[in-house]
Structure formats: C-alpha cells, structure tokens
C-alpha cells in the first residue's frame, strides 16, 4: 500500500459524499474539522510544541496570542510595576492597586493545553524548573504577595492570559514553554503526516461525520461514522480509531508521564508550593 | 466553488473550451488574448502555470486550454480573468475549473 496522503484521504471522503456536488471548499473545511474532532478527544503525540518568549520586569501578565500572526498590544489589568517590592518607597502605607496597560502578546500558535515549562536567566546557561499549573489563580493570588519579586516559579494560564509568580519578575528572563497545539492538514495533496500516515481512517471518518452532519444533514450517517471514528454513541474514547490513537499515544508517552511515588518515608518528595499536598502519579512536576 | 469541473490521466493532453459569452458584457465581440489570463495553481496553492498548460488559443469569446501533464493525486485550480475587446475596464470576470489529475479513479464526475 502507497503511504495515504491528504490526496488519498480526500478521495476516498469525496467518494462517499460526491464527486461533483460536494464542493472542494467544503471538503477541505470537513478535513481540518475532522483533523479538530480527532484533536479534541485528547492531547495526542504529534500536538507536542514549544516555544520561547521573554518576560518583561516587573509585568505578571502576557496575554496570549494563539493565532501565529502578528498582533498588536493588549490591554490587561494589573499592579504597576511601581509597587514592586525592591522598590524602596513603596511601604505598607502605600496605596496598592490594579491598573490598565497595554502589553505586547507573547507568541504561542496553535496553543490547545500547557504541558511544562522552564525558566532561565538570559545569561545562563542551564534550564530551572517553573512549575505549570496544578492550582488555581486564586490560590496562587493568595500565596504570593502582590508585589513579590524573583524569578519565575509558577506560571498559570487562565482563560487566553499567562501568569508569572511571583508576580514581579526581577529580570528579562527567558521562558521555554511546553505545550499542546492544535495541527492543521498538509497544504498539499501529495504532502502526508503522522495522523494521515499512522491513523488515515480516523481522518476520513472524523471528516465523514462532520460532512454528513453539515451538508447532507443526514444525521443517522453521521452517526454510523462517528461510531467507526470513536466507538459507540457517548463513548468517544473506548472504541474505533480514536481508541487505536490512544493506545499508540500511551505508548510513546508513558514513559514521560508515570512515575512511582513513596507516600511517605525518606523518599517522599514535596512541591516547594502546596507543602503539605505530596505528589502521586502522573505528576509532571518532578525531575 | 469552480466553474467547471474535469478530470485527466497524466498522459493525457487535451484542449478544454471555456465560454466567456454568458458573463461578459454585450457590447464585447471577443475575448481580449493580450488581458486574458490564465492562472493555475495546485493543491498547495503553487503556481504552476508553466508544467499544466501547454498553450491557449482564443476563437470570440471562447478560449481553449490546451492541457497537458500534472501529477497524479493533486488538484489543480484553474483561474481564467476574460477581458473583452470594449468592456475590459469595468468588467473581468473569473472563471474557475477545478482539475482534478487522477489515473486510477475512473468512471464519469
């Protein structure tokens, strides 16, 4: 068998719709909307991105820009950076409130989830662990003071904005960041990647669904491709194409994701946040 | 959504007629061969103008595509701008045909 292409997989959808009436706009909207249904039953292996951006002194927030293209400054509410903690006439006496700026967005395209991230001095020459997520903005407001300074130890997303704590960073610092990203088909119809490659029926059927859904509205047709793509109705996950993308995902990345933990003994291992919440399975947070 | 819409083995070479008549304006006679462009561009959006179309020959308002090659398994779009012989200033109407270069998938579109 020839390695399936974008060509091959678009054939065989346009086969099953029409070869004349199902309009190749619409063919190629129901592929980058299959390749969507397939990425959203979970964060699959060849979503893996990163990128770099560097922090700005004294600013906590960085609105995100998820496009890939070029956007102009955002406006967020935070505390100046007047009221940083090194400087020295701000005091307990002193007024402390939010205030509007406009900031430049860092770049992350196609964000979908954040895996990881580290954090660097721009001058150094090794990586330090930052830890991502794991508590809420509202705990992390309450356990850094509004005005600590230092390098980055946490960073929490919320909503499209990313924050750093604590929230004053002392220095420019460098943040490489681990993420899941949403991917698009090849442009062409020779081109071919991991999903069209690995997995070209759970394209075709996820496409089928959608095309079936939105143009014949033939929503019983659907269904019997959607059960092909996910299993029966309601149990995306556990059976047909998405259950064999999930399988070969555990795979790859087990042995990045489990590791044993002592819950108590000399080993136990502590987060320097949440001391007193020891870390099980699947945590991402040790090294 | 294209025009018109064909399908062709890659050793095929053939002449396609398009009709401008139905959208350009009465007052034209014939279809400009020196303003008429013809665009062809692949599935990756390429320009390849030069590896699909052998020559074009204009008769009123019909220009033929003499059509040659491609590669099996890719789509290629093609963008004919008629302008005629009076209307040329106001009125350039796009047709589009989709090509689609196959040699395995038989049977009429």
């Given at each position: 068998?020839?390695?399936?292409?974008?060509?091959?997989?678009?054939?065989?959808?346009?086969?099953?719709?029409?070869?004349?009436?199902?309009?190749?706009?619409?063919?190629?909207?129901?592929?980058?909307?299959?390749?969507?249904?397939?990425?959203?039953?979970?964060?699959?292996?060849?979503?893996?991105?990163?990128?770099?951006?560097?922090?700005?002194?004294?600013?906590?927030?960085?609105?995100?820009?998820?496009?890939?293209?070029?956007?102009?400054?955002?406006?967020?509410?935070?505390?100046?950076?007047?009221?940083?903690?090194?400087?020295?006439?701000?005091?307990?006496?002193?007024?402390?409130?939010?205030?509007?700026?406009?900031?430049?967005?860092?770049?992350?395209?196609?964000?979908?989830?954040?895996?990881?991230?580290?954090?660097?001095?721009?001058?150094?020459?090794?990586?330090?662990?930052?830890?991502?997520?794991?508590?809420?903005?509202?705990?992390?407001?309450?356990?850094?003071?509004?005005?600590?300074?230092?390098?980055?130890?946490?960073?929490?997303?919320?909503?499209?904005?990313?924050?750093?704590?604590?929230?004053?960073?002392?220095?420019?610092?460098?943040?490489?960041?681990?993420?899941?990203?949403?991917?698009?088909?090849?442009?062409?119809?020779?081109?071919?990647?991991?999903?069209?490659?690995?997995?070209?029926?759970?394209?075709?059927?996820?496409?089928?669904?959608?095309?079936?859904?939105?143009?014949?509205?033939?929503?019983?047709?659907?269904?019997?491709?959607?059960?092909?793509?996910?299993?029966?109705?309601?149990e995306i996950g556990i059976g047909?194409?998405?259950?064999?993308?999930?399988?070969?995902?555990?795979?790859?990345?087990?042995?990045?994701?489990?590791?044993?933990?002592?819950?108590?003994?000399?080993?136990?291992?502590?987060?320097?946040?949440?001391?007193?919440?020891?870390?099980?399975?699947?945590?991402?947070?040790?090294? | 959504?294209?025009?018109?819409?064909?399908?062709?083995?890659?050793?095929?070479?053939?002449?396609?007629?398009?009709?401008?008549?139905?959208?350009?304006?009465?007052?034209?006679?014939?279809?400009?061969?020196?303003?008429?462009?013809?665009?062809?561009?692949?599935?990756?959006?390429?320009?390849?103008?030069?590896?699909?179309?052998?020559?074009?020959?204009?008769?009123?308002?019909?220009?033929t595509l003499v059509l040659k090659?491609?590669?099996?398994?890719?789509?290629?779009?093609?963008?004919?701008?008629?302008?005629?012989?009076?209307?040329?200033?106001?009125?350039?109407?796009?047709r589009v045909v989709e090509l689609?270069?196959?040699?395995?998938?038989?049977?009429?579109?």
């Amino acid at each position: 068998m020839a390695t399936p292409t974008l060509g091959y997989v678009k054939d065989i959808v346009r086969e099953h719709l029409a070869r004349t009436t199902f309009p190749t706009d619409m063919l190629d909207k129901s592929l980058d909307q299959g390749r969507r249904i397939i990425e959203q039953a979970g964060n699959w292996y060849w979503m893996r991105l990163e990128t770099f951006f560097q922090l700005v002194v004294n600013q906590s927030i960085y609105p995100m820009n998820v496009t890939g293209e070029a956007s102009g400054p955002v406006e967020v509410i935070v505390f100046p950076s007047s009221l940083a903690a090194s400087n020295a006439t701000v005091t307990t006496a002193t007024d402390k409130f939010p205030t509007k700026f406009l900031v430049d967005p860092i770049s992350v395209p196609g964000f979908k989830d954040v895996r990881a991230a580290n954090v660097k001095k721009r001058t150094d020459s090794e990586w330090s662990f930052c830890e991502v997520g794991g508590i809420t903005k509202e705990e992390a407001d309450l356990h850094f003071s509004i005005n600590d300074s230092g390098q980055t130890e946490l960073i929490l997303i919320d909503n499209f904005n990313l924050m750093v704590y604590p929230p004053f960073p002392d220095s420019d610092y460098v943040v490489y960041l681990y993420y899941w990203g949403w991917t698009s088909n090849p442009k062409s119809n020779l081109q071919t990647d991991e999903l069209i490659m690995r997995f070209p029926d759970a394209l075709i059927y996820s496409s089928l669904a959608w095309a079936y859904d939105m143009e014949l509205k033939d929503q019983q047709g659907a269904g019997y491709w959607r059960t092909l793509l996910g299993g029966k109705p309601n149990e995306i996950g556990i059976g047909g194409e998405i259950a064999k993308i999930r399988r070969h995902n555990f795979q790859r990345m087990r042995q990045d994701n489990i590791s044993l933990t002592p819950m108590t003994g000399p080993n136990q291992r502590s987060r320097r946040l949440r001391i007193t919440q020891n870390i099980w399975l699947g945590s991402q947070g040790w090294r | 959504m294209a025009h018109f819409l064909i399908d062709k083995r890659t050793m095929e070479v053939f002449p396609y007629e398009v009709d401008f008549s139905p959208v350009l304006s009465d007052s034209d006679t014939v279809l400009d061969p020196v303003k008429t462009t013809v665009k062809i561009v692949d599935s990756a959006g390429k320009d390849q103008t030069g590896s699909i179309l052998q020559k074009t020959t204009f008769s009123g308002t019909v220009i033929t595509l003499v059509l040659k090659d491609g590669i099996d398994g890719e789509d290629y779009t093609i963008y004919i701008t008629g302008q005629g012989d009076v209307s040329y200033l106001t009125n350039q109407p796009v047709r589009v045909v989709e090509l689609r270069v196959r040699d395995t998938i038989v049977g009429n579109l």
